[in-house]
């Protein structure tokens, strides 16, 4: 490899590197705020990092030492939320990044929550059931004092899921000697789960996807939707927006592209999926590039799979409008000022995917009161939240001229900082 593809690539990555994109758009904000020198010490730094090294023992009696973090980002506005990964990659930086998005997230959307996130390195894709719940179980211990309902609340994050949540909420029950149910959200219905939480995530950025479009003027049926990645977020997405009559283009995953200019089926997509395994070789659509997908010409494109896909090499590339992130940090910093140069309308990631933390803060609500709401009430107050928290963020957007990321930070940080300076510095 030649030097300056080697120094290309640290670039890259350095563009990519999500606590390094976490701090830019927080040092953009809290300057535009002119927030003092103290409180952007305390801000931008999480409050704590809880690194465990957990002991487990693999079915064939070996015992292997897994790696997990907890990082509680902010306290200052409620119990510390956010989710638990399992990946093979997971590092501290990218934990520390997704548990200071949860702390602008909570605050963009206005729920009585700080940010934290949580991880363990591991290869969900080589260990059994059995050695992946002594894995959360032990990594539930070692957290005992750090988690629970007025503290730090974990939910699902890629590769955990309801049954995760529930080994959690089991080991945290038997060490605290009651059934608690709120220590984490995310769970299976019949343990006091929400309903309507499987979909929150995409029909919030339904909901603001639409908010958007009464922006421009456009319906729905003439709105083409570009959508990477078609799983929880993506997939649902793509269902409800289909069902509501957006024309969803095109499906990009890991694998390959598929496209339909009149609008894809999308049930009998996913049933596609779910039958062979893939996307690809759609019979109602036809196979396209991945990449090349990315930059059709549309309205709406919802990157809503990983991070670090819009950068300062394909933002200039992109055809749509309006970009609604669902996934986390999707985003470069530098893209940012690309995309506003070609004035693409973005509902950044803290705003547009919050759905999922909102139904999350409605299900520790009814754990707490012990009462279950039905879904139309859950979907209504969903709704309700994601209007006003879009039409908050434009709003101050337009008020300060700055644009909606940007703006959605500055939301955040102000809501934050005014609680800190309400509870004053214990010392
Ligand atoms: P998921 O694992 O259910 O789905 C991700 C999809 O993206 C999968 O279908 C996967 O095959 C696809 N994918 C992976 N790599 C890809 C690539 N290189 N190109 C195209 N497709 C690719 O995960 P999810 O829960 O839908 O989360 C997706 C994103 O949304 C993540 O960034 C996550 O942090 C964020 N998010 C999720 C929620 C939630 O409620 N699930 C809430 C907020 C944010």
């Not at 064939?60 to 790696?67: H, Q």
């Not at 996913?270 to 109602?284: N, P, Q, V, W, Y």
């Amino acid at each position: 490899m030649s030097v300056t593809t080697q120094s290309f690539e640290n670039s890259l990555e350095r563009e990519k590197n999500p606590w390094l994109a976490a701090a830019a758009r927080f040092d953009i904000a809290a300057e535009k705020l002119k927030m003092d020198d103290g409180m952007r010490k305390v801000l931008r730094s999480p409050a704590r990092e809880i690194t465990v090294n957990i002991p487990v023992m693999l079915d064939d009696g070996r015992i292997e030492v897994f790696t997990g973090y907890r990082v509680q980002h902010s306290v200052a506005r409620g119990p510390g939320k956010g989710g638990i990964r399992y990946a093979p990659d997971v590092s501290l930086d990218e934990v520390r990044a997704l548990a200071s998005w949860m702390t602008w997230k909570c605050a963009v959307v206005n729920i009585p929550f700080g940010g934290a996130k949580g991880g363990v390195i591991c290869d969900p894709s080589i260990l059994s059931d059995f050695e992946l719940e002594r894995i959360t179980r032990r990594y539930t211990a070692e957290l005992i004092e750090f988690i629970g309902p007025e503290k730090d609340v974990p939910a699902p994050d890629m590769n955990t899921n309801d049954r995760v949540m529930a080994w959690i909420m089991d080991t945290y029950s038997m060490h605290v000697r009651h059934t608690t149910t709120a220590v984490v959200t995310g769970k299976p219905m019949d343990l006091g789960g929400s309903r309507g939480r499987p979909e929150a995530t995409g029909r919030g950025c339904m909901i603001v996807t639409g908010e958007a479009l009464k922006k421009f003027g456009w319906r729905a049926d003439s709105t083409r939707v570009v959508i990477q990645g078609f799983g929880n977020v993506g997939g649902m997405a793509a269902k409800l927006m289909a069902a509501a009559g957006f024309k969803i283009i095109a499906i990009v995953e890991y694998d390959g592209a598929i496209y339909n200019k009149n609008g894809l089926d999308i049930p009998a997509l996913a049933k596609h999926k779910k039958e062979t395994g893939s996307i690809r070789d759609f019979a109602g659509g036809e196979n396209y590039d991945k990449t090349e997908a990315m930059y059709l010409e549309c309205e709406v494109l919802i990157p809503a799979a990983m991070e670090g896909v819009i950068t300062s090499q394909t933002a200039d590339k992109l055809n749509c409008r309006i970009i609604c992130e669902g996934a986390n940090g999707p985003t470069t910093a530098i893209a940012d000022e690309i995309l506003a140069d070609k004035k693409i309308f973005v509902i950044p990631d803290i705003l547009a995917n919050a759905g999922g933390v909102t139904v999350s803060y409605f299900e520790w609500v009814q754990d707490r009161q012990g009462f279950f709401w039905n879904e139309d009430l859950v979907n209504e107050r969903l709704r309700e939240i994601m209007v006003d928290s879009f039409n908050s963020v434009v709003a101050y957007g337009e008020k300060h001229n700055v644009h909606n990321r940007t703006a959605a930070y500055m939301l955040a940080l102000d809501r934050v900082q005014f609680a800190m300076k309400l509870r004053g510095i214990y010392a």
